[in-house]
């Protein structure tokens, strides 16, 4: 059985939704943030990083989210969380899945840190911010997911970091992408995961 180190309010909780969307059993391990909302030193135990998520397997220890959810896909033959392989679709959602931490998430920790201690972001922060809202925004069909009803993978990785911007306000001026991260919410995965680690973001 997979376990699960997971730190409250982390991006942790996104592997927790393949899984239940799988019907995988997992243990999860939680962690509790520190008063300052940092990973306790604990985490540090598991991995020299102190990362959350972590994953093991056994004797294989992971700790990046794009990998674990590939890991995750391949260890049980999943095919219902990505596009057919012999499609263009398929590299599209491949680059979106890696684009969400290697590129997106520095756009959105440039506004959310500021605003998370209570301060105003850079112009710039914000302008970078929408650049990239835009952007996803152009993957967007009309309604739904990106490529569908139902979540892939790609979808899974960028629901935390749309929760956090959600949560300060920042989606407000991205309305199809709000969108979508309301249809995410409703998806059965994510309500299992919150359920089972609390929300993505805390309420502020």
Not at 3 to 24: F, P
Not at 148 to 163: P, V
């Amino acid at each position: 059985m997979i376990k699960v180190h997971c730190l409250a309010y982390s991006r942790a909780i996104r592997l927790l939704w393949l899984l239940e969307d799988l019907g995988q059993p997992y243990d999860l391990i939680p962690y509790d943030r520190t008063d300052q909302f940092r990973a306790p030193d604990a985490l540090r135990d598991v991995h020299p990083l102190g990362k959350s998520p972590v994953i093991e397997d056994g004797d294989l220890k992971l700790a990046e989210s794009a990998t674990c959810l590939r890991y995750i896909t391949d260890k049980f033959g999943d095919e219902t969380h990505r596009p057919d392989p012999h499609t263009r679709e398929f590299i599209r959602h491949e680059e979106l899945l890696d684009y969400v931490e290697s590129t997106f998430a520095g756009a959105c920790m440039a506004v959310l840190l500021p605003a998370m201690q209570g301060g105003d972001p850079p112009d710039e922060a914000r302008r970078s911010l929408q650049t990239h809202l835009d952007y996803v925004a152009s993957h967007l069909p009309g309604t739904g997911l990106l490529f569908g009803a139902r979540a892939y993978m790609a979808d899974i990785q960028f629901s935390y970091l749309l929760a956090n911007l959600n949560a300060l306000g920042f989606l407000d001026a991205a309305p199809r992408v709000r969108t979508y991260w309301e249809d995410l919410q409703k998806q059965p995965g994510y309500l299992a995961a919150t359920k089972a680690a609390g929300p993505m973001a805390p309420e502020h």
